[in-house]
């Protein structure tokens, strides 16, 4: 993370999207949202808490925990807040120019070639969505329960984010977003602890 934002900084002025990329990294590892999701994202006021509301994407076939969700932010700090104001600012500001799919895979494709540049040759790199695997290990790192990160993540159910997003071992940073306990509650219950088996030892008589 930090050498690719190293790199992209010393290209800020000498290519079109280092900054934005820039802006992107720091502002889904706070939020852990989807790249599409950033479209219609906006700053509002929920419950009396500053929040960051999203239309849910893949809200079709119950995989979402409904059509929205708001992410609580009054815990951010200044700084962290800045990041989300400069994303939703850039996206506003590109939205006149160009369509937001088109930012998008513009600053997806300009991101594979800087991880390439920054990282050289290696087998993987990571993608505009490697940010949400971050964002989904580094809530489990801070000790969030699976129905708090699914509803972070707008899944439907609590098991989503264990099979198929990044570990608590990959965790690095404590978040400090909080989901609202109206949409926890949504979450389907399905994950369950694991249990080792141990055999049991047969008496004499079977």
Do not use: C
């Amino acid at each position: 993370r930090e050498r690719l934002l190293r790199y992209l900084e010393e290209h800020v002025g000498k290519h079109r999207y280092a900054r934005s990329l820039m802006q992107w990294i720091k502002a889904t590892e706070i939020t852990g949202l989807r790249p599409s999701e950033w479209e219609n994202a906006s700053i509002e006021t929920v419950f009396g808490r500053l929040a960051l509301t999203v239309q849910n994407a893949k809200a079709t076939n119950g995989r979402a925990n409904g059509l929205t969700r708001s992410i609580d932010i009054s815990r951010l700090t200044k700084e962290e807040l800045q990041a989300i104001e400069e994303m939703l600012a850039m996206i506003e500001g590109y939205r006149q120019e160009i369509p937001f799919k088109a930012l998008q895979l513009r600053i997806g494709k300009y991101m594979q070639y800087a991880t390439r540049q920054a990282f050289g040759k290696r087998k993987k790199y990571p993608t505009l969505y490697s940010l949400r695997h971050q964002f989904s290990a580094n809530a489990k790192f801070s000790g969030a329960t699976k129905s708090d990160v699914a509803a972070l993540l707008g899944h439907a159910s609590d098991e989503t984010a264990g099979i198929h997003y990044a570990r608590k071992v990959s965790g690095q940073d404590k978040i400090r977003v909080a989901p609202f306990a109206a949409e926890v509650k949504q979450v389907r219950q399905k994950a369950r602890e694991f249990i080792r088996r141990q055999r049991v030892k047969q008496s004499d008589d079977g």
